[in-house]
């Protein structure tokens, strides 16, 4: 198993900012995957982010909006960029090596 | 493409009496399939990981089935507590390294 430590756990934001979220693993991983949920919703992939290349992103997610890091194999940031009231969601980050861990999430508030 | 469906939405029982939440996916192609538990703002647990050649796993009062030839899979929470109260999602994989496509999943709330 994996555990994933996700911070900040949730943040009120102002429109036009960006927030930043962490996700470190405590063992390497080659694929980890950021996810949202907006309110009241299932999860939809943004994008996978392997060490040492470009995030691949899901249809209608791009790396403006939001940009992703893997500087290491234990460690990856997702920043939302420029941000609007219907940025409001759960975001998280997840790995996989044959059954997929999940961190606890950031709860971000758009006001 | 996969889709997968929960039914139903929500669900609300008194304490004891026992869940069975139903998954359907409509690609029977799939590698593993996993439940998870997501408390309210929350992220995911991990429940139960059903393998494609698996029928069932088991976990203290966790039971899920698999049925691949229908596309259905369904978990069995014995005896109820107010503790269970959460949402379950189920995802499936369709192949290893493939992205998770998750169910809407369901709310539970056990009554005390």
């Known amino acids: 198993s994996a555990v994933i430590s996700q911070k900040p756990s949730r943040d009120i934001c102002q429109r036009g900012t960006s927030l930043t979220i962490q996700c470190q693993v405590d063992?390497?991983?080659?694929?980890m995957f950021w996810y949202r949920q907006q309110p009241g919703q299932s999860l939809t992939l943004i994008a996978t982010?392997?060490?040492?290349?470009?995030?691949?992103?899901e249809s209608g997610f791009v790396i403006d909006k939001f940009p992703i890091s893997r500087p290491n194999l234990t460690f990856s940031t997702l920043t939302v960029s420029n941000m609007s009231p219907e940025d409001s969601s759960i975001y998280l980050c997840?790995?996989?090596?044959?059954?997929?861990?999940f961190g606890q999430g950031t709860r971000l508030t758009v006001v | 493409k996969q889709e997968v469906t929960q039914i139903p939405a929500a669900l609300s029982v008194p304490e004891g009496e026992n869940l069975v939440l139903n998954c359907s996916f409509t690609?029977?192609?799939?590698?593993?399939l996993q439940w998870f538990r997501q408390d309210p703002g929350k992220g995911l647990t991990s429940l139960l990981l059903?393998?494609?050649?698996?029928r069932e796993q088991t976990s203290g009062r966790l039971n899920a089935s698999l049925d691949k030839s229908s596309g259905r899979s369904t978990l069995y929470i014995a005896a109820s507590q107010p503790g269970d109260s959460a949402t379950y999602l189920c995802?499936?994989?369709?192949?290893?390294?493939?992205?998770?496509?998750f169910g809407g999943g369901t709310r539970v709330l056990v009554k005390p």
């Open positions: 997840s790995v996989r090596d044959f059954e997929a861990f």
């Open positions: 063992s390497q991983v080659t694929m």
């Open positions: 982010a392997n060490q040492g290349s470009e995030a691949t992103y």
């Open positions: 690609d029977s192609a799939i590698y593993n």
């Open positions: 059903i393998q494609s050649s698996q």
């Open positions: 995802a499936v994989y369709k192949a290893a390294g493939n992205k998770l496509t």
